[in-house]
């Protein structure tokens, strides 16, 4: 738990099955420590009881709408969606935004990450290949308007978009 806590793309799969034996461990450290017989009258056991329902309440809402929880940006599926949809294995995958370790994960570090501040994102649009672009939604009234004539929305998961370039008539 130490080690994923200074992790910068922490996911709660990597720290939730090592919760049982952590809770047993300082059940354990605090048994031999302390006399438990008058803490098991305390207060603060009952204050205790209210970690583990939090928990619970906090797994339910996970489990029934993982939508409404803000720091989601596992990008497995929207990667598939362009893998399965592409024509060629030229085509290429970009991002926009702040950098997602879940894309270069899954694309196995062949996705691009671009920086509209600067001119890098024109490269797509002048190659001759077919290019697909994972952006924030919010993220795409921002992006260039040279850019947006060439991309529309393809896929939409959670709170990201994927574009795909197509041809100007």
């Known amino acids: 738990?130490?080690?994923?806590?200074?992790?910068?793309?922490?996911?709660?799969?990597?720290?939730?099955?090592?919760?049982?034996?952590?809770?047993?461990?300082?059940?354990?450290?605090?048994?031999?420590?302390?006399?438990?017989?008058?803490?098991?009258?305390?207060?603060?056991?009952?204050?205790?009881?209210?970690?583990?329902?939090?928990?619970?309440?906090?797994?339910?809402?996970?489990w029934t709408a993982p939508e409404k929880l803000s720091f989601e940006k596992n990008q497995q599926y929207l990667v598939e969606v362009y893998q399965h949809s592409r024509r060629s294995e030229e085509s290429r995958l970009a991002y926009v935004g702040e950098r997602l370790f879940s894309i270069d994960f899954y694309t196995q570090g062949q996705s691009e990450h671009l920086d509209l501040h600067s001119e890098s994102y024109k490269h797509l649009i002048q190659n001759t290949t077919e290019d697909y672009l994972i952006t924030p939604k919010n993220l795409i009234p921002h992006l260039p308007k040279e850019m947006l004539k060439h991309f529309e929305v393809f896929s939409e998961y959670r709170k990201y978009a994927l574009l795909k370039e197509h041809q100007i008539k």
């Open 1 to 62: 738990m130490l080690f994923f806590t200074f992790s910068g793309n922490i996911l709660y799969t990597y720290v939730l099955p090592g919760l049982p034996a952590f809770s047993i461990m300082v059940t354990e450290l605090l048994s031999h420590r302390f006399d438990i017989q008058p803490m098991m009258r305390s207060k603060w056991l009952y204050a205790s009881a209210i970690i583990p329902v939090m928990g619970i309440l906090f797994m339910s809402i996970l």
